[in-house]
């Protein structure tokens, strides 16, 4: 095997896009699902971190092969309490699709109540809790999402 390009996916300066997970479908369609987050660096913040407070699931498509891409993400889920990551696609032989995820919730300065006795990670003075990891399940590929289903 051997590279023969490299190639430009997705890219957006006010973004954060972070990994990725691809699937080629039968049908030669492509499709690469991502966590996006706002960029923070552009606000003053010292870097990125794997558990923003308001990262979301998302998935570009290419229909030849991936020399080009869908311009704009499509919405896979964004948990309404705290930020999705690290997506993986998968493809079952049937045509479903499944992303597993799992979230982080930002915690309030004050305290961490019930969250003490979970999870905790701190990241730049910011401390989250794990909110449990979770399934997406499409039965076309990728238009829509069902879900989310807890582990």
Known sequence: MRKLEDLIIYQDE??????????ARPD?????????????RRFGAPGCTHADPNSYLVLVRSRDLGHSW??????????????????CLLELDDGT???????????PEEGVGRAESHSLHQV???KFTFLD????RSYDAGRTWEGPILL
């Open 124 to 126: 730049f003075g910011w």
């Open 28 to 40: 030669g369609e492509v499709l690469v699902a991502f966590r996006r987050a706002p960029e923070r």
């Open 97 to 107: 699709l499944l992303v597993a995820s799992y979230a982080w919730m930002l915690l």
């Open 133 to 136: 990891g979770y399934l997406m």
């Open 14 to 23: 006010q973004f954060y896009a972070a990994f990725p997970s691809v699937v």
């Open 70 to 87: 869908s311009a704009e993400p499509e919405l896979i889920y964004a948990h309404p309490f705290g930020g999705s990551q690290d997506p």
